[in-house]
Structures are given as C-alpha cells and as structure tokens.
T-cell receptor, first 114, second 113 residues
Framework: SAVISQKPSRDICQRGTSLTIQCQVD?????MFWYRQQPGQSLTLIAT?????????ESGFVIDKFPISRPNLTFSTLTVSNMSPEDSSIYLC???????????FGAGSRLTVL | AQSVTQLDSQVPVFEEAPVELRCNYS??????LFWYVQYPNQGLQLLLK??????LVKGINGFEAEFNKSQTSFHLRKPSVHISDTAEYFC???????????FGDGTTLTVKP
C-alpha cells in the first residue's frame, strides 16, 4: 500500500493565522482525502481532494476555511485559515490506491491554536 | 445515511485474555466495513476489512472480525491479547469507497499485565 508523509507533524499556532499542511504519497493514487480528529474524538471527513479541480467538501466544511489543493496524483495541501482554538486537532491525509478499496493514512499533523 | 456505533468506549483486559470490541452499523445499502488501530501519536493503520465474500475476515496481529448482516454488526476479536495491543480501535463503514468512511467514536483497549 501507499506510504504517506505529512508535514508538519505538529505545530503551535497563534489565533488568526493560517497554516498549510502538506501531504506526499509515494505512489500515484486515485483519491486523496483530508480528515480531522478533534481531541478525544473520532475522525470526520473534511473533503475529497480532486486533482486539478476544486475539492469536494463535506457538510460543515467550507473552502474559505479549509482550502485544499491537489496539483497532481501524489501531492495535496490543506490550509487551515484564520485559526481559532477550536481548530486545534489532528489533521490526517489519506489516500485510496487504484483497484484497492483500502484507505491509507498519514501519521497526522497535530495543530494547537493558542 | 451511514452510521457506526462502537458500544464500548473503554475495554480493559489482562494480558493473554480474549477480547471483543463491538461495532454496530446502520445503512440502507450494502456496505464495506473496516477496523483501524491507532497507536499513541501515530496515524491509523488498517487492521482488517470486509468488502464481500466470507463473513469471517482475518487481519493483522491476530485479529479477526465477523460480519453479521442480520444484526448489522462487525465485532472485532482476538483470542489472546498482548501488552502491545494497547491502542485506540476504530470501526468504520462506507457505502461507496473506503475514503468516504464514517468512523465510530473509537474504543480504547488497555491491556494490563
């Protein structure tokens, strides 16, 4: 299965700033996704990152807050904009490989907003 | 719409004892079912999956799960746990592809010596 690298692995950010998380996959994958895991909670799908076009957002998530790019089949970024303490979470990149209905996750990016 | 309920938020067991982590799902169509494990400060790792075929699926680290369509359950079992199995376990369901999965709230498995 694909190997996913995320950076930064963790960061402490100030309220009102924005942070971009990068996700690199070691092989071409059909689909990429961004999940959020709030402290002590389960995973919630933010959006599907579409190559070369706008991401598809789930209910409760909007592009202005979480802009996503996917310029090619192996790379995606998630920006958390105008952060508030409520955005403190682990953000996980995941990918679905061609022909395999198996989701692979990165190690996550732990953001703390002060 | 799909949903998942993990019936136990915390499961403490002694080493070498058997364990069952319970998961029930709700969906109006056929589903794919997954169990993931998350060790501290790490991402999620797939333990096992049910896509079709045999209802008893075996995964890594000696875990297995049984898909029961009539009871809409997908319970995870291991006959003898190790200290290293201490982790958070997530059940997930998808009506389409694994990427658009709905996750349960997780079960914390703590294995004591």
């Amino acid at each position: 299965s694909a190997v996913i690298s995320q950076k930064p692995s963790r960061d402490i950010c100030q309220r009102g700033t924005s942070l971009t998380i990068q996700c690199q996959v070691d092989s071409q994958v059909t689909m990429m996704f961004w999940y959020r895991q709030q402290p002590g909670q389960s995973l919630t799908l933010i959006a599907t990152a579409n190559q070369g076009s706008e991401a598809t957002y789930e209910s409760g998530f909007v592009i202005d807050k979480f802009p996503i790019s996917r310029p090619n089949l192996t790379f995606s970024t998630l920006t958390v904009s105008n952060m508030s303490p409520e955005d403190s979470s682990i953000y996980l990149c995941s990918a679905l490989s061609s022909g395999a209905n198996v989701l692979t996750f990165g190690a996550g990016s732990r953001l703390t907003v002060l | 719409a799909q949903s998942v309920t993990q019936l136990d938020s915390q499961v403490p067991v002694f080493e070498e004892a058997p364990v069952e982590l319970r998961c029930n799902y709700s969906s109006s169509v056929s589903v794919y079912l997954f169990w993931y494990v998350q060790y501290p400060n790490q991402g999620l790792q797939l333990l096992l999956k049910y896509l079709s075929g045999s209802t008893l699926v075996k995964g890594i680290n000696g875990f297995e799960a049984e898909f029961n369509k009539s009871q809409t359950s997908f319970h995870l079992r291991k006959p003898s746990v190790h200290i290293s199995d201490t982790a958070e376990y997530f059940c997930a369901v998808s009506e389409t592809n694994a990427g658009k999965s709905t996750f349960g709230d997780g079960t914390t498995l703590t294995v004591k010596p």
